[in-house]
């Protein structure tokens, strides 16, 4: 399937008296949710507000109840603190960072939470609007 990439982001005005506003968007990355925090190679850029993080699949097996953390290099768990790994989950709003605008490109990491899965590969989704004064 095709895909188109732009540098910036897309904003809709639906009429002329309407308000331009700003769709939400989603970094999705997986990743095996045995594994200490390490960066998935994905990077929210300067400007975002990250607003949830969600686990697509629940992919992760075995362990009593386990979690994965996502966030970045200074708090591991800014986006998601203790996310359910072996279900799939709502939009999730538990960690620190989410809600506050990034000054910097902001490279995301995963890793395993307080309770380890033995195996699988979780699919993630950290969702996000940029800042918009419209």
């Keep these: 399937m095709a895909s188109s990439t732009i540098k910036g982001y897309w904003r809709q005005k639906g009429s002329k008296a309407?308000?331009?506003?700003?769709?939400?968007q989603v970094i999705q990355f997986s990743f095996d949710p045995t594994t200490a925090s390490a960066s998935m190679g994905?990077?929210?850029?300067?400007?975002?507000?990250?607003?949830?993080?969600?686990?697509i699949d629940g992919g992760a097996t075995g362990g009593?109840?386990?979690?994965v953390d996502i966030g970045t290099s200074g708090d591991p768990d800014g986006f998601a603190n203790e996310l359910d790994a072996d279900?799939?989950?709502?939009?999730?709003?538990?960690?620190?960072?989410?809600?506050?605008?990034?000054?910097?490109?902001?490279?995301?990491?995963?890793?395993?939470?307080a309770s380890a899965a033995t195996g699988g590969t979780v699919t993630i989704g950290v969702y996000f609007i940029m800042s918009d004064a419209g």
């Design 18 to 24: 309407a308000t331009a506003a700003v769709g939400l």
């Design 42 to 55: 994905k990077t929210l850029p300067v400007g975002a507000i990250p607003l949830f993080a969600q686990n």
């Design 64 to 67: 009593t109840n386990p979690t």
């Design 87 to 113: 279900g799939a989950t709502g939009l999730i709003n538990t960690g620190a960072l989410l809600g506050t605008e990034l000054t910097a490109d902001t490279v995301i990491y995963a890793g395993v939470g």
